[in-house]
Nanobody, 121 residues
Framework: QVQLVESGGGLVQAGGSLRLSCAASGSIFSLNTMGWYRQAPGKQRELVADITAGGSTNYADSAKGRFVISRDNAKKTVYLQMNSLKPEDTAVYYC???????????????WGQGTQVTVSS
């Protein structure tokens, strides 16, 4: 199985910055796309940004120009640098990874437990 552990959430004032980290561990044959999603109260979970193993990135419109996703393949870790935070960024942020635990098994999606980000106005 694959375990994802997020860290770096917290309370920040509007305009501030936070850096989220998500480390993957466990029986991992390969890690493919890793990404960050968020879910605000009463809303559906939505993609914030994701990044392929090769480094290609994809951002939600709300994240473009403010957030930067990166990864360290050697550390099996993905990061989300969040700048110019707004109160509407308040949500639980979840890490997701597409991974194979053995070569002959299909890719599976794995989720972290989530980390709370609260932006005060």
């Amino acid at each position: 199985q694959v375990q994802l552990v997020e860290s770096g959430g917290g309370l920040v004032q509007a305009g501030g910055s936070l850096r989220l980290s998500c480390a993957a561990s466990g029986s991992i044959f390969s890690l493919n796309t890793m990404g960050w999603y968020r879910q605000a109260p009463g809303k559906q979970r939505e993609l914030v940004a994701d990044i392929t193993a090769g480094g290609s990135t994809n951002y939600a419109d709300s994240a473009k120009g403010r957030f930067v996703i990166s990864r360290d393949n050697a550390k099996k870790t993905v990061y989300l640098q969040m700048n110019s935070l707004k109160p509407e960024d308040t949500a639980v942020y979840y890490c997701k990874a597409a991974a194979k635990i053995v070569a002959w098994r299909p890719l599976g999606d794995y989720w972290g437990q989530g980390t709370q980000v609260t932006v005060s106005s």
